[in-house]
């Protein structure tokens, strides 16, 4: 066996980096051995997964476990894994022991398999299923930047349910109104408690919107969406709320460090994605990033550049500027650094910036001393000089370009103005 090549261990055994990717890797093929010997199986399914590829025809699966490796509850739980504080290898550790028993189907014709998907989507706990697979899981561990990672892959010959699952009469209420519409559905159940991951499988499944218009859809494409609608519903109830105050917050989780700076004025929002190259000596013209911007009406194509990670930063964001009841113009600023050592999933970014702005801001009296507060933050902490990424940021052009009135004012007409 080779050396660890980020550790310099002799072996994988002995990496003693806890989020090296190789030792990672190891241990859950290693724990993944006996699910390659499965063909029939019973155990907790939290989640169902819709491929995109050969859409409309697309491999819908069950996610399922004969061996939960810890509280079932935790095979699906973003929030949870956070508030745990799940390394990079627990997260693994748990989602490599679910086999995606996958099916293909028709999205304008579902097959009769689609039906447990939708049972499991809907469920508020893991839904107890029997499985039969055609042939047993090859052992693999499928890694992605939207969705959480899973373990072994294989055609199922027979899924059913071993019983009924616990579904929330709110669920059963949004379901079975065939003329609600997915985004109204979606933040009703928001409102009443339902996280981001849980509408994300209803929408993924084809449980929510118009009865016409109710199919599954890739997860990936569900998890954005779910994302985007509730974004901006919050948004929306930023309205006329009265402005913040130049302020900044600094966290992060999992090597996905966010630095968000909050401007006086309507909302707007821009978010800058760097990844943190260490010992590399680079200058702030070299420095690799990706951004996306909207103005205070929104933006109507997607997010290009930072893609799934936009909207998922988004919503951490406003829920603190309501919790806070104050709007403005937001610059956030994404690090990521090695120990963000293998792709778990957008919900990182979500959980990442919520972890942010749950600190206590920094008050300035100013957005220039922010900024060279933000310039020393970032040198310091990640030896990056940020100032051509400033330069580049259409936020903080249009606020030059656009000087608000209470700049010019003199300090007692100010006073008055307050």
Same mark, same amino acid.
């Given at each position: 066996?080779?050396? #660890?090549?980020? #550790?310099?261990?002799?072996?994988?055994?002995? #990496?003693?980096?806890?989020?090296?990717?190789?030792?990672?890797?190891?241990?859950?093929? $290693?724990?993944?051995?006996?699910?390659?010997?499965?063909?029939?199986?019973?155990?907790?399914? !939290?989640? !169902?997964?819709?491929?995109? *590829?050969?859409?409309?025809?697309?491999?819908?699966?069950?996610?399922?476990?004969?061996?939960?490796?810890?509280?079932?509850?935790?095979?699906?739980?973003?929030?949870?894994?956070?508030?745990?504080?799940?390394?990079?290898?627990?997260?693994?550790?748990?989602?490599?022991?679910?086999?995606?028993?996958?099916? %293909?189907?028709?999205?304008?014709?579902?097959?009769?398999?689609?039906?447990?998907?939708?049972?499991?989507?809907?469920?508020?706990?893991?839904?107890?299923? +029997?499985?039969?697979?055609?042939?047993?899981?090859?052992? $693999?561990?499928?890694?992605? %930047?939207?969705?959480?990672?899973?373990?072994?892959?294989?055609?199922?010959?027979?899924?059913?349910?071993?019983? @009924? !699952?616990?579904?929330?009469?709110?669920?059963?209420?949004?379901?079975?109104?065939?003329?609600?519409?997915?985004?109204?559905?979606?933040?009703?159940?928001?409102?009443?408690?339902?996280? +981001?991951?849980?509408?994300?499988?209803?929408?993924?499944?084809?449980?929510?919107? $118009?009865?016409?218009? &109710?199919?599954?859809?890739?997860?990936?494409?569900?998890?954005?969406?779910?994302?985007?609608?509730?974004?901006?519903?919050?948004?929306?109830?930023?309205?006329?709320?009265? =402005?913040?105050? #130049?302020?900044?917050?600094?966290?992060?989780?999992?090597?996905?460090?966010?630095?968000?700076?909050?401007?006086?004025?309507?909302?707007?929002?821009?978010?800058? +994605?760097?990844?943190?190259?260490?010992?590399?000596?680079?200058?702030?013209? =070299?420095? =690799?990033?990706?951004?996306?911007?909207?103005?205070?009406?929104?933006?109507?194509?997607?997010?290009?550049?930072? /893609?799934?990670?936009? *909207?998922?930063?988004?919503?951490?964001?406003?829920?603190?500027?309501?919790?806070?009841? &104050?709007?403005?113009?937001?610059?956030?600023?994404?690090?990521? %650094?090695?120990?963000?050592?293998?792709?778990?999933? /957008?919900?990182?970014?979500?959980?990442? %910036?919520?972890?942010?702005?749950?600190?206590?801001?920094?008050?300035?009296?100013? =957005? @220039?001393?922010?900024?060279?507060?933000?310039?020393?933050?970032?040198?310091?902490?990640?030896?990056?000089?940020?100032?051509?990424?400033?330069?580049?940021?259409?936020?903080?052009?249009?606020?030059?370009?656009?000087?608000?009135?209470?700049?010019? $004012?003199?300090?007692?007409?100010?006073? +008055?103005?307050?």
């Amino acid at each position: 066996m080779g050396d #660890c090549s980020l #550790c310099g261990a002799k072996s994988h055994e002995g #990496c003693t980096r806890t989020y090296c990717p190789k030792r990672i890797r190891y241990e859950s093929f $290693a724990k993944m051995q006996p699910l390659a010997r499965l063909k029939d199986y019973s155990g907790p399914a !939290p989640a !169902p997964f819709v491929g995109r *590829y050969g859409y409309p025809h697309v491999n819908v699966g069950i996610l399922s476990t004969p061996t939960p490796p810890r509280d079932a509850d935790e095979l699906d739980a973003p929030r949870k894994w956070a508030a745990l504080g799940y390394g990079v290898g627990d997260v693994v550790e748990v989602r490599s022991s679910l086999i995606n028993a996958r099916f %293909t189907s028709n999205v304008r014709n579902p097959s009769r398999f689609v039906a447990v998907a939708q049972e499991v989507g809907m469920a508020s706990r893991p839904a107890d299923v +029997e499985i039969k697979l055609k042939d047993r899981p090859g052992l $693999a561990l499928h890694m992605d %930047t939207h969705a959480s990672p899973n373990g072994p892959a294989a055609i199922a010959s027979s899924i059913n349910l071993n019983s @009924n !699952p616990t579904v929330s009469s709110k669920v059963e209420k949004v379901v079975s109104d065939t003329d609600w519409k997915a985004a109204d559905a979606a933040w009703y159940l928001f409102n009443k408690g339902f996280d +981001e991951n849980h509408i994300m499988k209803m929408l993924s499944v084809g449980t929510l919107g $118009a009865k016409a218009q &109710r199919r599954p859809v890739p997860t990936r494409w569900s998890i954005t969406a779910s994302d985007d609608i509730i974004g901006k519903r919050m948004i929306g109830e930023l309205g006329d709320l009265p =402005e913040t105050d #130049c302020s900044a917050f600094y966290g992060g989780y999992l090597g996905n460090h966010y630095l968000i700076l909050c401007f006086p004025g309507p909302w707007s929002y821009e978010l800058f +994605e760097t990844m943190v190259k260490p010992n590399l000596g680079r200058g702030p013209e =070299e420095i =690799e990033s990706w951004t996306d911007y909207e103005g205070p009406y929104g933006r109507k194509d997607y997010a290009s550049d930072t /893609v799934g990670g936009y *909207y998922a930063c988004r919503i951490g964001v406003v829920e603190r500027l309501i919790g806070m009841k &104050r709007k403005g113009s937001v610059l956030a600023l994404r690090f990521v %650094t090695e120990d963000y050592s293998m792709p778990l999933g /957008v919900w990182v970014v979500r959980e990442a %910036t919520r972890n942010s702005m749950a600190t206590s801001p920094i008050m300035f009296s100013d =957005e @220039n001393l922010m900024l060279c507060f933000a310039s020393a933050k970032v040198k310091k902490t990640f030896g990056i000089d940020i100032s051509g990424l400033l330069r580049r940021s259409k936020l903080l052009d249009l606020r030059r370009r656009q000087p608000r009135l209470d700049r010019f $004012a003199s300090p007692d007409l100010q006073t +008055e103005m307050n």
